[in-house]
């Protein structure tokens, strides 16, 4: 039976003390997800692992409702999930006090294959989902930071964005952002896409086009992508913990 296989590589980078990052792959129900505890803040690697955990549970426990024909099922479950794990991470706050202000990016990709396979993308903070199609990289995320907002209006250009004193700071995060208001988008799928999902240690390495000719030279080969891009990442300075996954048709 053919289906979408995910393959993860998670490093701690060149500087950090400790790997913040989480994943989670689920190929038989057809969802991934990367979280990125927020670096710096006590317990963001306790609020990244809480919410992989939580959504694993409930993921599984929904497995039957999600393959319904609604059309809205899937974001609604994206949603759910979403909500769950920002609750799992204000209850370990309760429980152990010195975690408040622990937070966490996410990045949730669910697949449902039939009819025709469309991607499900679910997101909070600056954890990213790209489809790349025939030599062309997409985003299907736009991150919930501040210089995002900059440049929606104008204020600043890309180039300039990418080394502003304030390009990482948040507007949006589990356990911090109450309620959590997920942006959510979906794309139809041909047989060939590769998936990405990532944390920031990308992304602050990598701009798109070099993403893009990365997964060029590898042939849409999931295995190949994704550790090419983790050690081109760590190449050029490894300066934050960098999770990747790529999902590809097998």
Same mark, same amino acid.
């Given at each position: ?32 997800? %990367? ?19 939580? +959504? ?5 426990? /929904? ?50 294959? &039939? ?13 990213? /989902? ?30 300039? /964005? ?6 990482? %700071? ?39 086009? &070099? ?12 295995? &190949?992508?994704?550790?090419?891009? $983790?050690? /081109? ?8 913990? $960098?999770?990747?996954? %790529? +999902?590809?048709?097998?």
């Amino acid at each position: 039976m053919s289906m979408w296989i995910g393959i993860g590589r998670s490093e701690i980078g060149l500087v950090r003390s400790s790997n913040q990052d989480a994943y989670l792959l689920l190929d038989r129900l057809g969802l991934w997800a %990367v979280a990125d505890g927020m670096g710096g803040h006590v317990g963001g690697d306790v609020a990244a692992q809480t919410a992989i955990t939580s +959504i694993k549970a409930h993921a599984m426990n /929904a497995a039957d409702a999600i393959r319904t024909e609604r059309p809205d099922a899937p974001s609604a479950f994206l949603a759910d999930l979403i909500q769950r794990a920002h609750d799992a991470i204000l209850e370990q706050v309760r429980l152990d006090p010195s975690l408040k202000g622990m937070g966490t990016t996410i990045v949730l990709l669910f697949i449902r294959p &039939q009819p025709t396979p469309i991607a499900h993308v679910a997101h909070l903070g600056d954890s990213r /989902a790209y489809l790349f199609r025939a030599g062309l990289l997409t985003p299907l995320t736009r991150d919930h930071t501040l210089i995002e907002k900059y440049l929606e209006r104008g204020i600043l250009t890309p180039k300039t /964005a990418r080394t502003h004193p304030e390009r990482h %700071v948040l507007t949006q995060a589990l356990g911090v952002s109450s309620p959590p208001r997920p942006s959510f988008s979906s794309c139809p799928l041909e047989r060939n896409d590769l998936l990405l999902l990532c944390s920031d240690g990308l992304t602050k390495m990598l701009d798109d086009e &070099q993403i893009r000719d990365i997964c060029s030279k590898t042939h849409g080969d999931p295995t &190949q992508t994704c550790h090419s891009l $983790v050690t /081109a990442s760590l190449d050029r300075g490894g300066m934050d913990n $960098v999770t990747v996954l %790529v +999902i590809g048709h097998v």
